[in-house]
């Protein structure tokens, strides 16, 4: 069984979340750091994923506690965390999004506790239930990334290969013998911790070593790629006659 197919969503578009899964897609990942997204697009459209069979993640804009509470508190299967700068930050970051004693996230009132009392048995839920990943995505994390996958906070790690490119010196992310043996050693830890991984693999190289990695999702596209591969191909279309 191979990853998770996984887009972002990078615009308030409910019909993209339906058409993608349609087309198959199992996971969604709402871009609040690079995207147009609001808190309220977001309210209604983690629900709406939800119940059509998307499992919901949010890359917040910042890994900061409204920010992650917020998401968790919307219903979000799970947070992404970007821009962790090194293992001191992943630490104090990662706790905004476990309630204690794992962390120090606040508790209140929302669709997930179906808007009545929480309980201990709710706490325990959501600190095993709602995933927190961490990016892995600069030169401070990547050296880090054995300890920030030790945390208890931490559920998962991502990697976001075109600023760990830019970070380790590279330049532009061209899935070059460097970014996929940073993928490979990030992977290794991964499982030596006993964590899952995931990774953006819109380049189909780097697509076909992670998916030979066991990552457990892997993001293809966004839905505006899409719309300007669709429109290409639909401007090309061959003459009916």
Sequence with gaps: MGPKSAFWLESDNQKACEIARIAGY???IFDMEHGVLDTGALDRLVPLCSEIGLETYVRVSEATQPCIQTALDIGAAGVILPQIKNLDHARSATAYSKF???GIRGIGYSRIQSYGAASDAFIAAENQDRQCYVMIETSGAFDDVAEIAALDSVD???IGPGDLS???GRGIFAARPGDTDDMKRIAAVAAEKGK?????AGDPRYWKVAAALD?????SADELSAMLIGFRQLMHMPDSD
């Design 166 to 168: 830019l970070a380790r």
């Design 196 to 200: 899952p991984w995931a990774a953006a």
């Design 100 to 102: 204690p004693p794992l």
């Design 215 to 219: 990552p457990a999702f892997l993001t």
């Design 26 to 28: 199992e996971l969604i």
């Design 156 to 158: 998962g790690l991502f």
